[in-house]
């Protein structure tokens, strides 16, 4: 069972590395494919996006002003939610929402090409699955999620505006304009960015979950699930660790 672990690690590790190189390749020789895998990831998920990042505003706007208001710092409540929305909550939500639409989906897509033989049959007619199949989707999916994570910033923000002029007693004018008093370009630039990454490792794990999926009809389900689980948890992690390079690189 170790031996085995350990071989799908360096599996996924070797798939993971030869992606990354045939990327610029895909970008050039399969424009149609990356823009197409971009539209399903962009368009499907930015509906969801938008209200995910409305409902996020509402919910941590009233949160927050009961907190604030018990310590007089009502004051403080569009820094502290904008700080908040953007520097985190907004990168690992649209990531998590991608992970969630396109792990099962694209760990099913390229199970049930493994299970009809089609990955096989592309290898022989000379496609790569790499260059033809995985390339293309990372490239999609590292595009899409850093722009629903903007779509999804914008939508958390409005939702601030409007809890704000519904509940609240500051005008909105002025209320927005305090949304940055506590954060600069230079700290939301980074935390959008690396949603790149996040989109990544979703593509990877939900790829490789589904090359690696049997034939039957109950390995493919099983391969969807994986996808979803094994890249939430990835982007986890790896959201751990560039924050803590960030924090690094910057002090």
């Known amino acids: 069972m170790g031996f085995e672990w350990f071989q799908r690690c360096l599996s996924f590790v070797d798939l993971s590395w030869a992606t990354v190189l045939a990327i610029p390749r895909a970008l050039i020789t399969r424009p149609r494919e990356v823009l197409r895998q971009f539209d399903r990831v962009a368009w499907g998920g930015g509906p969801i996006a938008a209200v995910a990042g409305l409902s996020i505003g509402l919910v941590t706007w009233m949160q927050l002003r009961r907190l604030l208001l018990i310590y007089g710092a009502e004051g403080r409540l569009p820094s502290v939610m904008a700080a908040a929305v953007l520097l985190e909550t907004g990168p690992i ?9 396109m792990g099962a989906g694209l760990g099913a897509e390229l199970g049930s090409m493994a299970a009809s033989e089609e990955i096989d049959a592309r290898e022989v007619l000379g496609a790569p699955t790499i260059g033809s199949l995985i390339a293309p989707r990372a490239v999609a999916c590292m595009l899409a999620v850093p722009l629903l994570t903007v779509v999804l910033d914008l939508a958390a923000l409005m939702g601030g505006l409007i809890a704000e002029g519904i509940g609240g007693n500051s005008p909105l004018l002025l209320f927005q304009t305090h949304y940055f008093d506590f954060i600069r370009l230079a700290d939301v630039g980074p935390s959008t960015c690396k949603t790149a990454v996040f989109g990544l490792i979703v593509a990877l794990v939900s790829c490789d ?10 390995e493919i389900g099983q391969a969807a699930t994986q996808g979803v689980v094994r890249s939430m948890v990835a982007t986890f992690l790896v959201n751990v660790l560039l924050v803590l390079i960030l924090r690094a690189v910057r002090f």
């Open 93 to 101: 939500l649209a990531s998590l929402l991608v992970a969630g639409r």
């Open 209 to 218: 979950a589904g090359c690696h999926t049997g034939r039957s009809t109950e």
